[in-house]
Nanobody, 122 residues
Framework: QLQLVESGGGLVQPGGSLRLSCTAS????????IGWFRQAPGKEREGVSC????????TYSDSVEGRFAVSRDNAKNTVYLQMNIVEPEDTAVYYCAASGHRLCGEYEYIYWGQGTQVTVSS
């Protein structure tokens, strides 16, 4: 069965840090660009970050640029999202997804994880 599983979510105080992981099973991640998305209650899903299949290219939304960092370890079949200096506005369910392309861009994401909740609150 092909699936992505996110982990590492939880409750964190404003200004703190959290690292999310996205691990694939049933397929090899290194053929795919991986995107991170989030959806807050009552809001549309938004793209947060993307990393190309070898990790040479990364992209970020304006809202997280300079605070979040995406990386990958293809040997572990895992992609990470390091979240630093988090803000209450970062509270959302975070999803990872595998693109149908090796590079980041306007491509369809074909495999999705189930999401992990991140809550930023004091």
């Amino acid at each position: 069965q092909l699936q992505l599983v996110e982990s590492g979510g939880g409750l964190v105080q404003p200004g703190g840090s959290l690292r999310l992981s996205c691990t694939a099973s049933g397929f090899t991640l290194d053929y795919y660009a991986i995107g991170w998305f989030r959806q807050a209650p009552g809001k549309e899903r938004e793209g947060v970050s993307c990393i190309s299949h070898r990790g040479s290219t990364t992209t970020y939304s304006d809202s997280v640029e300079g605070r979040f960092a995406v990386s990958r370890d293809n040997a572990k079949n895992t992609v990470y999202l390091q979240m630093n200096i988090v803000e209450p506005e970062d509270t959302a369910v975070y999803y990872c997804a595998a693109s149908g392309h090796r590079l980041c861009g306007e491509y369809e994401y074909i495999y999705w994880g189930q999401g992990t909740q991140v809550t930023v609150s004091s």
